[in-house]
């Protein structure tokens, strides 16, 4: 049990909803192995409020904290600083509380290469990638990705004026070809034949009554489709990863990228080489227990 007093450093996540979040397990893990007298707490903060909260977290002492869901960003306007890659992403999922001021970083996108290359055996230079969603994490997902050199990027979305808006930022600052389509049908089936890579980054999957993001027409026409992978990890087997496997397609959720984003972030707060093995153990035994499946 972790001791908490006068000293106890806090971090935490703000996202709504919050309730499925692991993340406090893996961090929770690194403090104890780290013997750090800090604590990782989930924050419920509903949209609307979060400038609220982050105008809070200074004068509470708290050092630093992640962002899920909906507020990558939102968050941005609030931000004191931030670094060169958060200022190209125009998204954040990790704040830093130095002498006061929030300092925004984005681990996302370097989380997500490193799952695919360890995880999945997937290296995404010279493959055309299909992007589902276009909110803070598809930002983060995209941009990363165009600069390790994929080929192409698809973004569907159903507000179109977000995905233009990744797609002119990829097409402004890297050398990869993007492109935005309607997150309809007709349209993912017209590109599914040159897919290598389809990659979720919506909360479309986390209850069971969402609907299917991707049909079976589009599985039938994926000649070249190698993984999916769902940022979505509660539940560990969406739809949509269901449906791959059916397809014998390799499926992978989210947990990768949440281990190595989260270990990234653990770094920037604490200056501490993460414990991936002691993170990654705690992650996936939260992720099997019962109350999480």
Known sequence: ?????????????????????????????????????????????????????????????????????PHKTEAMKYLDEMDEETNLIKAVNTIKIEKGK????????????ISLRKDCGFNPKD????????????????????????????????TRQKAREIVEDIIRNTDCNAINIPLEENSLVNEAGNIHLLINTTSIGMNPSDFRLVKEKFFERAAKLRLVYDLIYSPAQTKLLKDAKRYHIKAFNGLGMLLYQGALSLEIWTGKRAPIHIMKNALYKAAKSEKWR
Not at 133 to 139: I, K, L, Q, Y
């Open 1 to 69: 049990m972790m001791e908490i007093d006068g000293n106890t450093k806090i971090f935490g996540v703000f996202g709504d909803p919050i309730s499925h979040t692991l993340s406090p397990f893996m961090h929770n893990a690194a403090f104890r192995y780290l013997k750090l007298n800090c604590i990782y707490l989930p924050f419920w903060v509903e949209e609307g409020l979060l400038g609220d909260a982050l105008r809070g977290i200074a004068g509470l002492n708290i050092q630093g904290v992640n962002l899920t869901i």
């Open 102 to 113: 929030l300092k925004g970083y984005n681990t996302d996108g370097r989380g997500i290469l």
């Open 127 to 158: 493959k055309n990638v299909l992007i589902i969603g276009a909110g803070g994490s598809a930002r983060a997902v995209a941009i990363r990705l165009a600069l390790h050199k994929a080929r192409k990027i698809i973004i569907a979305n159903r």
